[in-house]
């Protein structure tokens, strides 16, 4: 059984900093892209980020691009997501998933097949 648990939200201040985990089983974890989606209140689910299968490709969205970086530790099977420069806007429930296409350009939701069960983070001002 295919089992992917993030971890790591919490509240923060604006400002601040947080580091979200995603631990990943039952899969090869260098055979998949994975990624980084969140959903705030009241809207609609999207990409933060991606990477390839073995680290060396990432994609931001728009609204994150220098503030966060994602990376992948195959010996860990776990993903991660470093969030510098908190604002209240990143307040979400933080979601990790993994999937068998990875593209520079964008992150689609019909691309990733297993989904965990998400973390909140809330940035306060």
């Known amino acids: 059984q295919v089992q992917v648990v993030e971890s790591g939200g919490g509240l923060v201040q604006a400002g601040g900093s947080l580091r979200l985990s995603c631990t990943t089983s039952g899969l090869t974890f260098n055979h998949y892209a994975m990624a980084w989606f969140r959903q705030a209140p009241g809207k609609e689910r999207e990409g933060v980020s991606s990477i390839n299968w073995s680290g060396a490709r990432t994609y931001y969205a728009d609204s994150v691009r220098g503030r966060f970086t994602i990376s992948r530790d195959s010996a860990k099977n776990t993903l991660y997501l470093r969030m510098n420069s908190l604002k209240p806007e990143d307040t979400a429930v933080y979601y990790c998933?993994?999937?068998?296409?990875?593209?520079?350009?964008?992150?689609?939701?019909?691309?990733?097949?297993?989904w965990g069960q998400g973390t909140q983070v809330t940035v306060s001002s």
């Open positions: 998933a993994a999937g068998v296409a990875y593209h520079d350009y964008d992150i689609l939701a019909d691309n990733f097949s297993y």
